[in-house]
């Protein structure tokens, strides 16, 4: 398994609306083009405005495939991206 984690930065007041849209996309079953089969976790600090959004992938090529999916896909609104890093993921206990 590979995780791609994203850091996000945005203003604390907007986390909600975050939440609610990247909520939306999920909940939508509409699977952006090379985002087949991966998992997601959102985190986020309500006080300083930071997210992390984690993707896990059961491959490398999977992995490749998502970073230019999620590339190419807007943050939003008053939302950047910070930085994106690729590790492997040798333990997991998450289904």
Do not use: W
């Not at 994203?6 to 986390?15: G, K, L, Y």
């Not at 939508?28 to 300083?48: F, I």
């Not at 959004?53 to 939003?76: C, K």
């Amino acid at each position: 398994m590979y995780a791609r984690v994203a850091t996000f930065q945005s203003d604390p007041a907007d986390i909600d609306q975050a939440i609610a849209m990247v909520r939306g996309e999920v909940e939508s079953n509409q699977t952006q083009p090379g985002l087949e089969g991966a998992k997601m976790l959102m985190l986020v600090d309500r006080e300083t405005g930071k997210g992390v959004g984690i993707t896990l992938f059961e491959s490398e090529q999977a992995m490749q495939r998502g970073d230019a999916a999620l590339n190419a896909m807007s943050p939003g609104a008053g939302e950047r991206r910070t930085s994106v890093e690729f590790f492997e993921v040798p333990v997991h206990t998450v289904s």
